[in-house]
């Protein structure tokens, strides 16, 4: 999309101002099962089919992100406020399940944090493209204020080739609690090391699947994201990849969201048309009392029936 301004410079002289804008197609949120936030279906990811979720079973869903990418992103003020309110005491856990669709340089997920390096308020590789796994806290990459890191050779379970990437689902964990951080896989701790830089409390936003918009797309299907504000133990690592699920593990575990993808079915695209004087709309409009349009003008001569459309929702805020 093509925006231009006009306006009068600092001379009183008649000024443009051009920019553009890239926007994904809308394909409705998926909800958590916390607060009903909303996850964007980003970029080129898909819902899977019915029974393409870890479990495989009816009913399980999952997203594929597809060799292309786009994440599922939740820019949820309620949610990022209560992630805020945890990375204050220094403590979060990440929880997911993924199965890749190749090994490249790719994000797993970014906790994004707009004074912290690159974004990476809490965020990992899972892996990057030479098999390694880096879990990244307030930027990169420091090795004792900001990382830890390893091969996935030095897992005993490692099948020792890619297909144990791409051949099957695996869980991760990924925890903080002051300096001490640690991951899972399977339910069996992978790594355990020190980060000491303090987790930040200016998160705005959480991607799953990528390290930002656009940024390190990870091409992978991906199931059960689930962020809690407590340091998640080796038993709950555990009781996690044996099938528990989310909701089910003690209230004082802190969960803060959870996004089970299995709502495929209850996600609607709003569609807008004209015919003549009739504009025809279905969705669900939302309002703001803090948007400020008084800088908003169409030409009259020359509105299109699209700008006629968006200024007339304008002028009804």
């Known amino acids: ?27 409705g949120p998926t909800k958590d099962k916390v607060g009903n936030y909303p996850g964007l279906v980003a970029g080129s990811a898909v819902f899977t089919a019915d029974a393409g979720g870890h479990t495989g079973k009816a009913g399980d869903t ?38 890749k669709l190749d090994i490249a340089d790719s994000s797993a997920f970014t906790i994004n944090s707009p004074s912290s390096g690159s974004g990476r308020g809490f965020h990992a590789h899972v892996p990057w493209s030479n ?12 090795g004792t204020t900001q990382r830890i890191s390893a091969g996935i050779d030095t897992f005993p379970s490692y099948t020792g080739d890619a297909g144990f990437w791409t051949n099957e689902w695996h869980h991760f964990v990924f925890t903080k609690k002051g ?11 992978f790594l355990t090391g ?10 705005d936003a959480f991607y799953m699947g990528s390290g930002g918009f656009g940024a390190e797309l990870s091409h ?42 299995n709502d495929a079915g209850a996600v609607t695209v709003p569609t807008l ?11 669900v409009l939302q309002s703001s009392t ?16 699209a700008n006629l459309v968006c200024r007339l929702l304008l002028e009804k805020k």
């Open 1 to 27: 999309h093509t925006v231009t301004l006009g306006y009068l410079d600092a001379g009183g002289q008649a000024a443009t101002l051009e920019w553009s804008f890239t926007t994904f197609a809308y394909k």
């Open 62 to 99: 999952a997203i594929n992100l597809t060799l292309k990418g786009g994440p599922v992103v939740t820019f949820s003020s309620a949610f990022t406020a209560a992630v805020n309110a945890a990375t204050a005491n220094d403590e979060l856990t990440v929880s997911f399940w993924q199965k």
């Open 131 to 142: 098999q390694n796994i880096y879990f990244d806290t307030v930027g990169c990459c420091d």
């Open 179 to 189: 300096s001490a951080k640690n991951i899972w896989i399977d339910g069996q701790q």
């Open 194 to 203: 020190d980060s000491t830089t303090p987790l930040p409390t200016d998160v």
């Open 220 to 261: 992978a299907i991906i199931d059960d994201f689930s962020v809690y504000g407590k340091e998640l133990s080796g038993a709950d690592a555990l009781a996690l990849f044996q099938g528990t699920v989310p909701t089910a593990l003690p209230a004082a575990k802190g969960l803060l969201g959870y996004w089970d993808y």
């Open 273 to 283: 048309g004209i015919s003549g004087s009739i504009i025809t709309y279905t969705g």
């Open 290 to 305: 803090t948007l400020n349009l008084s800088l908003i003008h169409i030409s009259e001569p020359h509105e299109t029936k």
